[in-house]
Antibody
Framework: QVQLQESGPGLVKPSETLSLTCTVS????????WSWIRQPPGKGLEWIGY???????KYNPSLKSRVTMSVDTSKNQFSLKLSSVTAADTAVYYC??????????????????WGQGTLVTVSS | QSVLTQPPSASGTPGQRVTISCSGS????????VNWYQQLPGTAPKLLIY???QRPSGVPDRFSGSKSGTSASLAISGLQSEDEADYYC???????????FGGGTKLTVL
């Protein structure tokens, strides 16, 4: 059974950099896209970006200037750095695996496994 | 303001059938498939429906999805108390070049 686990500080000061790591166990790390998704308290979901196991990335345009993702295939881990944080970045941060499904006519992807989430609070 | 539009709330009584809508545009739902996620209180989202109408193993057939044009719907039949949760639709957006979500619908079982 595939499991994802987020780890990192639960409290970050304004203007500093938020750093989280997601560790994947119980399944293959290769050939998948790995995403970060966040949810402010009481609000909806926001996709932050993804990283392919090879290291290629794609970020949400609204966060692109502040986001960096990296991958460590030797440890089955991928990481998120979000710089210059403000209170608006307070949220539960989830890591998730993106899986491809192909019908007879086309292929598409979806998030099939999620971590339990970790709350990051931005406050001095 | 979410790119995909969902009603903020829905409700039904046990055994009833309810539907939740998700409205988008030509750059997301109109040109890509829709996925639905269920988020029980205090837990991570869980995949409920993928590629418009496919159910992952373990998801009861009471849950079904459909798509037409730039809108999609999630239907839940034989409503049960354990279905009380937040439901989110999601699709890839070709203009934004990223995933977009609906604002979520809170389902209450009366």
């Amino acid at each position: 059974q595939v499991q994802l686990q987020e780890s990192g500080p639960g409290l970050v000061k304004p203007s500093e950099t938020l750093s989280l790591t997601c560790t994947v166990s119980g399944g293959s790390f290769s050939s998948y896209f790995w995403s970060w998704i966040r949810q402010p308290p009481g609000k909806g979901l926001e996709w932050i970006g993804y990283i392919y196991y090879s290291g290629s990335t794609k970020y949400n345009p609204s966060l692109k200037s502040r986001v960096t993702m990296s991958v460590d295939t030797s440890k089955n881990q991928f990481s998120l750095k979000l710089s210059s944080v403000t209170a608006a970045d307070t949220a539960v941060y989830y890591c998730a695996r993106e899986t491809k499904y192909c019908s007879s006519t086309s292929c598409a992807t979806h998030f099939d496994y999620w971590g339990q989430g970790t709350l990051v609070t931005v406050s001095s | 303001q979410s790119v995909l539009t969902q009603p903020p709330s829905a409700s039904g009584t046990p055994g009833q059938r309810v539907t939740i809508s998700c409205s988008g545009s030509s750059s997301n739902i109109g040109s890509n498939t829709v996925n639905w996620y269920q988020q029980l209180p205090g837990t991570a989202p869980k995949l409920l429906i993928y590629s418009n109408d496919q159910r992952p193993s373990g998801v009861p057939d009471r849950f079904s999805g459909s798509k037409s044009g730039t809108s999609a719907s999630l239907a839940i039949s034989g409503l049960q108390s354990e279905d009380e949760a937040d439901y989110y639709c999601a699709a890839w957006d070709d203009s934004l070049n990223g995933w977009v979500f609906g604002g979520g619908t809170k389902l209450t079982v009366l």
